[in-house]
């Protein structure tokens, strides 16, 4: 499936059965992260398949305080 | 998954409750979460009127919004850091909410009102301007709520935010900022305005979820100084803790909090005892000059430098003390 990982907009083909298993194949922490299809957010468990197309939005910021 | 109140398909997970919400249900949710965190910390009235620490990210829109839905009398404060493109679109995204829902936005500008930015200011060890950065917000948003008369700034630290630094101080036994850590931090001088977080037990993944949902439009890139501060690699450390045990974090901060605070020695840390007024600016102070002035002393300098290094005219400000 075609993954867009933001900010950056980069994009990757990866091959995963699920939301939670594409996160692991990226190397991202569930916490970190949101992954969205179309308007949606998708849970870990949703299963995906090769003609999806999903963004990964980061959600984590820092600095000093 | 399904949703835990309407059994329709869910789309956020809190793992650490082991439930999920649809996209209808969980706005309310993530609003109940706050709602309840405001009563139960005492953080503000419904007749005060408070003061929301705004920067164009996720947190401070979401809190902001969240307020509003909520009933609350809210208008936001933008502090202009001078970061680049980062700092004109994080304004923007800033005003752009306000102008949606029309909100009072107040504004500082760090270069044009106090002659220096946040990129003037970094620490020579670190290479970082983090920790001045923090100052900085602290000084003005404490300012311009006291001398507007608000008697609450809000800000949206979240548990991600509260438990980096928790382990941070942890890991650096500052006994002091561990006596301190809190959602809510009371005034203790008159020009001291209270401080409270009321997003301190929602993650950072369920505000961004909410700001999603509620199609807010807000800045999703890291400030481009951030790279590499110590509160990321914590958080990611959190994370990695989080992936494993669900969670984590929360019993982490949530524990520290009911079972740990009372424990730790201040070390004779009294605020309230030693404050008396900064001689430049006035503000609350325990040394001659505040921790701001002789910061803002030190970018005063630097961007006077860098002005003549430019061949740029330099922007007047107050006359610098010598250094120390």
Redesign the interface.
Known sequence: MRVTI??AREVKEVDARTVGDLLKALGL??????V?RGE???????RLTASDDVEV????????? | ?RCHRCRKP????I?RSRT?YC?GCYPDWFRQQVQDRIDHERMFRRDERVLVAVSG???SLALWHTLLQLGYQADGMYIRLGIGDYSRRSQAKSEAFAERHGLTLHQVDLKDDHGFTVPDLLDTRSGK??????TV?RYHFNKVAADLGYPVVATG?NL??EA??LLGNVVHWNTDYLGRQGPVLESTHPRLVRKVKPLYRL???E???YA??SRIDYI????P??KG?K??AY??LL??L??EQPGA?HRFLVGFLKEGRAAVRTGGFDQAADLHECARCGQPTTGDLCAYCRMADRGRRKAVLKDAKYGRQPIAGPELQADR
């Open positions: 933001l900010p922490h569930r916490d970190a992260h949101l969205v949606d957010i998708l849970t870990t468990d949703v939005w980061p959600v984590i910021s820092g600095g000093g305080d | 998954m869910a789309n956020v997970e793992r999920a996209a990210g996720k947190d301007p983090c920790a001045a950065c923090g917000k630290h991600d935010d980096a630094t993650s950072e993944r505000t961004a979820a999603i949902i999703l890139e890291e400030c100084m951030a501060a509160s990321l958080k990611d994370n990695a989080e992936e974090k």
